[in-house]
């Protein structure tokens, strides 16, 4: 079983930046690929990034290509999400997913494990 802890989330002006954390534990993290899902309120989980065991192959949704970043650190257990130049779309609840599995892309339905999520609020 792998148990996904997310943090990094809070309220933050239009235009300015956050970094998500998320921080798997239960099995040997880089034999994990990697994503992050968001919900705003009233729609559907959405893809937002995805990365490879290894870190090299990334892919992101197109709301969010040039702002947003995923990356990864395997001695740390950890997988990051930076978010610049936020908008008040960027407002919900991000989730960290695990896959078993060298790469999973946007499809939520690839994912075996999830965190409980953390609440992003981007201000006008």
């Known amino acids: 079983q792998v148990q996904l802890v997310e943090s990094g989330g809070g309220l933050v002006q239009a235009g300015g930046s956050l970094r998500l954390s998320c921080a798997p534990s239960g099995r040997t993290f880089s034999n994990y690929a990697m994503g992050w899902f968001r919900q705003a309120p009233g729609k559907e989980r959405e893809f937002v990034a995805a990365?490879?065991?290894?870190?090299?192959?990334?892919s992101y949704a197109d709301s969010v290509k040039g702002r947003f970043t995923i990356s990864r650190d395997n001695a740390k257990n950890t997988v990051y999400l930076q978010m610049n130049s936020l908008k008040p779309e960027d407002t919900a609840v991000y989730y960290c997913?695990?896959?078993?599995?060298?790469?999973?892309?946007?499809?939520?339905?690839?994912?075996?494990?999830w965190g409980q999520g953390t609440q992003v609020t981007v201000s006008s």
């Open positions: 997913a695990a896959a078993a599995t060298y790469y999973s892309g946007s499809d939520s339905r690839d994912y075996d494990y």
């Open positions: 990365i490879s065991r290894g870190g090299g192959r990334t």
